[in-house]
């Protein structure tokens, strides 16, 4: 434009980096605090430089846990974490895809009715009928399991929604010619559409793992065995405790590990993540 | 819409959607249902018998100023965590929107706060203003503020909105872009070539044209404070000190699990469930319109 001179270009570049220090400072204050020695953290004299400590909190962080509250390695958190939030974003991918398939390239009685059954569960997060879901979970004897955690988080229509858009789209002469060569649904779902679905699939994992990975109210709700935690329900026991006794630096190394896999994921799929954010929000 | 190259099948189609079917109606339906039956009964203590009451929960929940109170708090919050994050991060957003050396990697450095999980924000923040230990509440009681989080209402408040704020600065930072982005180059110059300066133009025609983002942002917002602000409360106050910083989903949680009062928090679920509803219709309202431009 007109005006691309210097001066605007710093003052972009300043307010940038200025973004990029506030977003980044309260990370950082966690990464410094699990290095140091919670004495002095306690007594309020934590230094903003990284302290010496940092394999001894780690090692104890993630192979024993902490000492008074929870005693759980924070190891064995992060495996029910990321068994939780594969079994959502796998287990969510496969029935919508499924499912989508079967409302775009079928005609069949109650088509449509059931397409709508599917989409409304759109409109309602699992924090509104957190009670009536713990019941029915607790009745069926899934408190403390795996099945447990994922399945009522897999119940919503996103998905399905963007497999039936995208299969819209795909050209009517791809069926046709794969009949032509004497393919059935099977054969034509499996060769043709899927391979065409790989993208959007990545796109949909890399949202969905990391929803599941983040996921709060429910796992604390229906996991009451130690050993069934997920990572953040383990830090919020961890902070239980009388902040006088709390052991900080374990507590921010753990804050560190849970950021550790989904920040990770954003930053290495970012193209993925983008394209995935867009699409689930239309 | 409809495919025209289908398959004929009378049974397939029904298998390929009862696994979706199945979840749904058990883990969704199904306890929904409960929810608004529930609302409508009243059960003592035990769980030993319980009444039919109409809409008794509801009246009683209505007329209870601290309800009200809760639902004001929370549409409070809404607002302030809304207005705080999309101002920060439509700023970012317009600096960054230029062809400028290290673009992607501004980007890639505002972007990953989306991935932090809601309780370990509120760990995070609670940590860096916590009123005996924490490294940001020297300097603030060095200013000669009186700063105690845990037992004032209103810095707790405070607390927990620059916290959820901060959070979805990455979110609304990434939409913004996609929204410039999207505004054709051609009327930005057109505006420069009639002398306007960018200030002036950011005004007449860069905010203008990025209304449909801001107010899909606005929407997700709400949404986002009202249900993904749990863990940050959960893990910074507890919805305390008082009720100051409880929200209604909060407040669902702590009747019904505290409390035990599930006939009221079945009820308060019920609400939640209407305001979500219009939320969303509105949303989809709004993206209708967008497609038919």
């Known amino acids: 434009m007109v005006e691309q001179e210097g001066f605007r270009r710093y003052v972009a570049h300043i307010v940038l980096w200025i973004g990029i220090a506030i977003v980044a400072f309260p990370v950082y204050v966690a990464i410094v605090a699990s290095t ?144 032509i060569d004497g393919a059935g649904p099977f054969r034509f779902f499996w060769d043709t559409l899927l391979p065409l679905s790989r993208t959007n699939m990545a796109a949909l994992f890399v949202i969905l793992f990391i929803l599941g990975w983040n996921q709060y109210l429910w796992p604390l709700l229906i996991t009451t065995r130690d050993d069934m935690q997920t990572i953040q329900i383990g830090i919020r026991k961890m902070m239980t405790t009388n902040d006088a006794l709390t052991e900080w630096p374990i507590v921010m190394a753990t804050a560190v590990l849970a950021m550790l896999p989904p920040v990770f994921v954003v930053v290495a799929m970012q193209k993925l993540f983008v394209r995935g954010l867009v699409e689930t929000e239309k | ?51 039919f009451i109409w809409f008794e929960n509801y009246t009683e929940l209505l007329s209870d100023p601290a309800y009200f109170e809760t639902i004001v708090r929370t549409f409070l919050f809404s607002f302030a965590i809304a207005a705080s994050s999309l101002s920060v991060a439509l700023l970012l957003a317009v600096m960054a929107d230029k062809p400028m050396r290290g673009g992607a990697i501004y980007r890639t450095l505002l972007i990953w706060p989306y991935a932090v999980a809601p309780p370990v924000v509120g760990v995070l923040w609670v940590f860096m203003l916590h009123p005996s230990l924490g490294v940001l509440s020297r300097y603030l009681r060095a200013a000669g503020i009186e700063w105690n989080p845990l037992l004032d209402g209103n810095q707790a408040a405070t607390l927990v909105i620059l916290a959820a704020a901060w959070k979805q600065i990455s979110y609304n930072f990434l939409f913004f872009l996609a929204g410039l982005a999207a505004i054709p ?59 100051s910083t409880e929200t209604l989903v909060y407040k669902v949680y702590n009747d019904g699990l505290i409390g035990g009062n599930l006939g009221s928090s079945a009820a308060q679920s019920v609400i939640l469930m209407v305001m979500v509803i219009v939320l969303t219709g509105i949303q989809f309202r709004f993206v209708e319109r967008k497609v038919t431009y």
């Open chain 1, 36 to 179: 140091q020695d919670n004495a002095l953290i306690a007594n309020g004299q934590m230094s903003l430089l990284p302290g010496g400590h940092f394999f001894e909190v780690y090692y104890q962080t993630i192979f024993v846990g902490t000492s008074g509250s929870t005693r759980e390695p924070v190891a064995n958190m992060m495996l029910n974490s990321l068994v939780m939030a594969l079994l959502i974003a796998v287990g969510k991918i496969a029935i919508s895809i499924i499912s989508a398939y079967g409302i775009v390239y079928f005609r069949f009685p109650f088509r449509m009715p059931i397409f709508w059954i599917i989409f409304i569960t759109l409109m309602l997060p699992v924090e509104v009928r957190i009670y009536p879901t713990y019941k029915i979970v607790a009745d069926l004897h899934m408190l403390d399991s795996y099945a447990g955690l994922a399945l009522p988080l897999i119940a919503s229509a996103t998905a399905t929604l963007l497999f039936r858009q995208f299969f819209m789209t795909v050209p009517d002469e791809l069926l046709e010619a794969s009949r």
């Open chain 2, 185 to 243: 180059k051609s009327v930005l110059e057109a505006a420069a070539i009639d002398g306007a300066r960018p200030m002036r133009r950011f005004w007449t025609v860069t905010f203008p044209l990025l209304s449909p983002t801001i107010f899909f942002l606005l929407v997700v917002n709400i949404v986002y404070a009202f249900f993904d602000t749990f863990g940050i409360i959960d893990t910074m106050t507890r919805g305390g000190p008082g009720k």
């Open chain 2, 1 to 51: 819409m409809q495919k025209q190259a289908i398959f004929q099948s009378k049974l397939l189609p029904y298998a390929l959607v009862a696994p979706q079917l199945a979840i749904v109606l058990i883990f969704f339906y199904w306890p929904a249902l409960q929810a608004v039956i529930q609302s409508f009964l009243l059960q003592d203590a035990f769980g030993l018998s319980t009444s």
